[in-house]
């Protein structure tokens, strides 16, 4: 028994060794030589070329429009298109350009043998591409704009080096709090169980750290931390409008309709549910924000007006603060 597997070793030694020896052209032919397809060539290199160009397309758009102008349709029919001809590309291929070999026997093994087979398969099965360097060449641009449009929306996750744009706040001391048109806000019109939005005197609205969400609570109710205690001149209250899970805008003020499930009014994010406690300085009672909604100290003029006592008391924003450091102004 030993001896016969050494001979079975040794013969198929001594046939890899002449196959080896064999120069490629004198090779027998396992996949049949086929005709050259001109046709499908230039079929799949003008789909490598349209899916470059939708590809392009994609990070155009994506470059040009700022994100609340972005026309997402376009982005979509971009990188659907880009994608639809690289598959139109890869299936001009495998059916017109590859020669297909259907064996009868099981797919080869780990044998070393069949596996130089299944080299000289794939080596042979491109006999009808006659531009292999051009056809090798489109297809790598093609698939390296499809791969950097796919990758470009990873800018909007923000800045990696100087991320100081997101430190800046336009509010300090003094500035008055208006609404989008620019009017004042006064202290007096401001009513409970409602809210306002707000924005600095003079500064850009669309900063992320620029708008308020300011109500009016009973002040014998706040239960604000003792370093805030003068921030709510009259029960009025401001918090930064962005919910500090994902950045979506608090929209909804809830009343409370049951006592013993909701006991007292909160902010709430519509995005997820974040709900925030206005009387004990917008910590989270509900949802996924990790950290409480920034407070603004208020104070009020002798005009009667509502102005900033200083800057928030914490960064404001999404979750990226919750993970990339502790805050580093403000009180909390
Ligand atoms: S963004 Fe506000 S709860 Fe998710």
């Known amino acids: 028994m030993r001896a016969l597997r050494w001979l079975l070793a040794v013969l198929t030694l001594g046939r890899l060794a002449r196959r080896r020896a064999q120069p490629e052209s004198e090779k027998e032919r396992i996949v049949p030589k086929g005709t050259p397809e001109r046709g499908a060539e230039n079929l799949v290199l003008l789909f490598f070329m349209l899916t470059m160009i939708f590809a392009a397309g994609f990070l155009f758009v994506y470059a040009y429009f700022n994100a609340s102008s972005m026309p997402n349709e376009l982005l979509g029919i971009c990188i659907g298109g880009a994608m639809a001809c690289l598959g139109g590309a890869f299936l001009v291929i495998g059916k017109r350009l590859v020669v297909t070999e259907e064996l009868d026997e099981d797919y080869p093994g780990e044998n070393p043998e069949e596996q130089e087979e299944v080299v000289q398969i794939i080596h042979e099965s491109g006999s009808r591409i006659t531009r292999k360097r051009l056809l090798i060449g489109a297809g790598t641009a093609a698939a390296g704009a499809l791969g950097a449009a796919s990758l470009a929306p990873a800018v909007s996750l923000g800045p990696i080096w100087d991320t100081g744009a997101l430190d800046r706040s336009p509010w300090r001391r003094g500035r008055r709090v208006v609404d989008e048109t620019e009017a004042p806000i006064r202290a007096a019109d401001v009513l409970e169980f409602t809210f306002y939005t707000g924005f600095p005197e003079g500064a850009p609205k669309e900063d992320i750290a620029s708008s308020l969400v300011i109500i ?41 309709t049951f006592t013993p499930v909701e006991p007292n009014d909160a902010l709430v994010c519509p995005c997820h549910y974040s709900t925030f406690d206005p009387y004990t300085g917008g910590t989270v009672i509900y949802g996924p924000a990790g950290r409480p909604l920034p407070q603004l100290p208020l104070e009020i003029d002798s005009d009667g007006n509502l102005r900033a006592a200083g800057n928030f008391s914490a960064r404001v924003g999404p979750g990226w603060w919750n993970v990339r450091s502790k805050p580093t102004f403000g009180t909390d």
């Open 216 to 256: 009016r609570v009973n002040p014998a109710k706040l239960k604000l931390p003792p370093v805030r205690a003068a921030w709510a001149p009259h029960g009025i209250l401001a918090f930064s409008k962005i919910c500090t899970h994902a950045g979506c805008a608090i929209g909804l003020y809830r009343k409370p």
